[in-house]
């Protein structure tokens, strides 16, 4: 994996209870990504960065917040977590603008009970 | 509704002999369109892309075709190997977001 990390690996939690992912990167690539991967959906995004305190939506970003306060971290937060936030979540980090080149991090395995 | 990466889900070949894995789209308006590889356990790797404007691109044992009359994606693995095994996903870059699509597993047979 391109010099990136998700931490935790695998996490379980309650209802209702908050929930950050970090994911750090030693590449200094601008773009950074956080997907989602559910059966039968292929992986969604929910929010990604274009630069440090700059963040956009993705596709699915209700219930989750982001956060870019260094160009190596990037951090998920979901504020009450729900069982439909139960997923494998990754990160994701590109270069350029313009470009298609994505290296993904190796995942982080949540549960919320 | 808009649609992206819709793929069969399931692939056998035998070793030696040549993939392919199709992927179907809806949105003309990307810029990109992207093959990914993922094994179990693991997060998806990136295999090759091919800009809009273009038809087809060639990498190491592998070749994506873009159809843009009929939608149509297609990723060419030659003389596959058991360590092709995985499951492959064609994904769409628009703007600055990415669209996967369900992906396909390909078992290699020995």
């Known amino acids: 994996d391109a010099g990136i990390t998700q931490s935790p690996r695998h996490k379980v939690t309650e209802t209702g209870t908050p929930v950050t992912l970090r994911c750090h990167q030693t590449?200094?690539?601008?773009?950074m990504y956080w997907y989602r991967q559910d059966p039968g959906h292929g992986l969604r995004l929910i929010h990604y960065?274009?630069?440090?305190?700059?963040?956009d939506k993705g596709e699915v970003s209700d219930g989750y917040s982001v956060s870019r306060s260094k160009t190596e971290d990037f951090l998920l937060t979901l504020e009450s977590a729900t069982s439909s936030q139960t997923s494998v979540y990754f990160c994701?980090?590109?270069?350029?603008?313009?470009?298609?080149?994505?290296?993904f991090g190796p995942g982080t395995r949540l549960t919320v009970t | 509704g808009e649609s992206v990466g819709l793929h069969l889900p399931t692939l056998s070949v035998q070793e030696g002999d040549n993939s392919i894995i199709n992927c179907a789209y809806s949105?003309?308006?990307?810029?990109?369109f992207i093959w990914y590889k993922q094994e179990s356990g693991k997060g998806p790797q990136f295999i090759i892309d091919?800009?809009?404007?273009?038809d087809k691109r060639q990498g190491q044992r592998v070749t994506v075709l873009l159809n843009k009359t009929v939608k149509h994606l297609s990723l060419q693995i030659a003389a596959t190997q058991p360590g092709d095994s995985a499951v492959y996903f064609c994904?769409?870059?628009?703007?600055?977001?990415?669209?996967f699509g369900t992906g396909t597993s390909l078992t290699v047979i020995p």
């Open positions: 994701a980090i590109s270069p350029l603008a313009g470009e298609s080149e994505q290296y």
């Open positions: 590449e200094n690539h601008r773009y």
């Open positions: 960065s274009y630069g440090v305190k700059d963040t």
């Open positions: 949105n003309s308006a990307s810029d990109y």
């Open positions: 091919i800009r809009s404007n273009m």
């Open positions: 994904a769409e870059k628009r703007g600055n977001q990415f669209y």
